[in-house]
Protein backbone atom coordinates (compact mmCIF):
# COMPACT_ATOMS: atom_id res chain seq x y z
CA UNK A 1 0.00 0.00 0.00
CA UNK A 2 1.58 3.50 -0.85
CA UNK A 3 1.05 6.08 1.18
CA UNK A 4 1.18 9.82 -0.31
CA UNK A 5 1.83 13.00 1.86
CA UNK A 6 1.39 15.99 0.47
CA UNK A 7 2.78 19.90 1.50
CA UNK A 8 3.45 23.20 0.12
CA UNK A 9 0.28 24.62 0.14
CA UNK A 10 -1.06 28.03 0.97
CA UNK A 11 -2.03 31.09 0.11
CA UNK A 12 -0.50 33.23 -2.74
CA UNK A 13 -1.24 36.48 -4.84
CA UNK A 14 -2.25 36.27 -8.59
CA UNK A 15 1.35 35.84 -10.67
CA UNK A 16 3.44 34.36 -7.59
CA UNK A 17 4.52 30.93 -7.72
CA UNK A 18 4.15 28.01 -4.96
CA UNK A 19 6.11 24.30 -4.60
CA UNK A 20 4.44 21.11 -3.85
CA UNK A 21 5.67 18.35 -2.50
CA UNK A 22 4.31 14.84 -2.16
CA UNK A 23 6.31 12.07 0.06
CA UNK A 24 5.50 8.67 -0.69
CA UNK A 25 5.75 5.48 1.22
CA UNK A 26 4.87 1.21 1.67
CA UNK A 27 5.88 0.98 -2.00
CA UNK A 28 8.96 1.21 -4.81
CA UNK A 29 8.81 4.88 -5.82
CA UNK A 30 10.98 4.84 -8.68
CA UNK A 31 8.37 2.44 -10.69
CA UNK A 32 5.35 4.43 -10.02
CA UNK A 33 3.67 6.87 -12.11
CA UNK A 34 3.17 9.93 -10.52
CA UNK A 35 0.46 12.82 -11.26
CA UNK A 36 -1.02 15.92 -9.99
CA UNK A 37 -4.73 16.55 -9.63
CA UNK A 38 -7.19 19.49 -8.52
CA UNK A 39 -10.33 20.43 -7.74
CA UNK A 40 -11.96 23.38 -7.10
CA UNK A 41 -15.12 23.97 -5.32
CA UNK A 42 -18.39 22.54 -7.36
CA UNK A 43 -15.69 20.87 -10.18
CA UNK A 44 -14.50 17.68 -10.50
CA UNK A 45 -11.11 16.42 -9.78
CA UNK A 46 -8.59 17.04 -12.94
CA UNK A 47 -5.36 15.56 -13.79
CA UNK A 48 -3.43 18.71 -13.96
CA UNK A 49 0.16 17.10 -14.88
CA UNK A 50 1.75 13.56 -15.26
CA UNK A 51 5.53 12.18 -14.66
CA UNK A 52 6.64 8.64 -15.65
CA UNK A 53 8.50 6.42 -12.78
CA UNK A 54 11.92 7.70 -14.67
CA UNK A 55 10.67 10.95 -14.74
CA UNK A 56 12.09 11.14 -19.04
CA UNK A 57 8.39 12.01 -19.74
CA UNK A 58 5.52 14.45 -18.53
CA UNK A 59 2.14 15.39 -19.36
CA UNK A 60 1.09 18.45 -18.75
CA UNK A 61 -3.33 19.83 -19.12
CA UNK A 62 -3.37 22.88 -21.72
CA UNK A 63 -3.97 25.61 -19.37
CA UNK A 64 -1.15 25.14 -16.97
CA UNK A 65 1.38 24.57 -20.14
CA UNK A 66 4.87 26.48 -19.81
CA UNK A 67 3.75 27.78 -16.10
CA UNK A 68 3.87 24.01 -13.86
CA UNK A 69 6.80 21.84 -14.10
CA UNK A 70 6.42 18.24 -12.50
CA UNK A 71 9.75 16.61 -11.49
CA UNK A 72 10.19 13.77 -9.00
CA UNK A 73 13.51 12.77 -6.77
CA UNK A 74 13.26 8.75 -6.84
CA UNK A 75 16.10 8.73 -4.10
CA UNK A 76 13.76 10.51 -2.02
CA UNK A 77 10.38 8.92 -2.83
CA UNK A 78 9.09 12.53 -3.73
CA UNK A 79 7.41 14.37 -6.44
CA UNK A 80 7.20 17.64 -7.15
CA UNK A 81 4.78 20.25 -8.38
CA UNK A 82 6.36 24.25 -9.26
CA UNK A 83 3.74 25.95 -10.02
CA UNK A 84 4.55 29.38 -11.03
CA UNK A 85 2.41 32.73 -12.80
CA UNK A 86 -0.41 31.20 -10.55
CA UNK A 87 -4.05 32.75 -11.52
CA UNK A 88 -6.79 32.56 -9.67
CA UNK A 89 -8.62 30.39 -11.61
CA UNK A 90 -5.59 27.86 -10.53
CA UNK A 91 -7.42 28.17 -6.65
CA UNK A 92 -8.37 24.30 -5.87
CA UNK A 93 -7.47 21.34 -3.74
CA UNK A 94 -4.06 19.49 -5.13
CA UNK A 95 -4.30 16.05 -4.73
CA UNK A 96 -0.92 13.61 -5.53
CA UNK A 97 -1.52 10.30 -7.05
CA UNK A 98 -0.12 7.39 -8.18
CA UNK A 99 0.10 4.77 -10.49
CA UNK A 100 1.14 2.35 -13.15
CA UNK A 101 1.24 4.23 -16.27
CA UNK A 102 0.27 7.42 -17.47
CA UNK A 103 -3.04 6.27 -18.31
CA UNK A 104 -3.44 5.03 -15.16
CA UNK A 105 -1.83 7.67 -12.59
CA UNK A 106 -4.33 7.49 -9.65
CA UNK A 107 -4.51 4.16 -7.90
CA UNK A 108 -3.12 5.63 -4.38
CA UNK A 109 -4.07 9.23 -3.06
CA UNK A 110 -2.67 11.74 -0.95
CA UNK A 111 -5.26 13.81 1.52
CA UNK A 112 -4.78 17.06 -0.81
CA UNK A 113 -3.20 20.05 -0.21
CA UNK A 114 -5.07 23.52 -0.35
CA UNK A 115 -3.67 26.06 -2.93
CA UNK A 116 -5.51 29.61 -3.02
CA UNK A 117 -4.47 32.57 -5.89
CA UNK A 118 -5.97 36.36 -4.70
CA UNK A 119 -6.31 38.69 -6.96
Known amino acids: QVQLVESGGGLVQAGGSLRLSCAAS????????MAWFRQAPGKERSVVAR????????LYTDSVKGRFTISRDNAKNTVYLQMNALKVEDTAVYYC????????????WGQGTQVTVSS
Open 97 to 108: AAGGSLLRPNDY
Open 26 to 33: GGTFSTLT
Open 51 to 58: ITSSGGNA
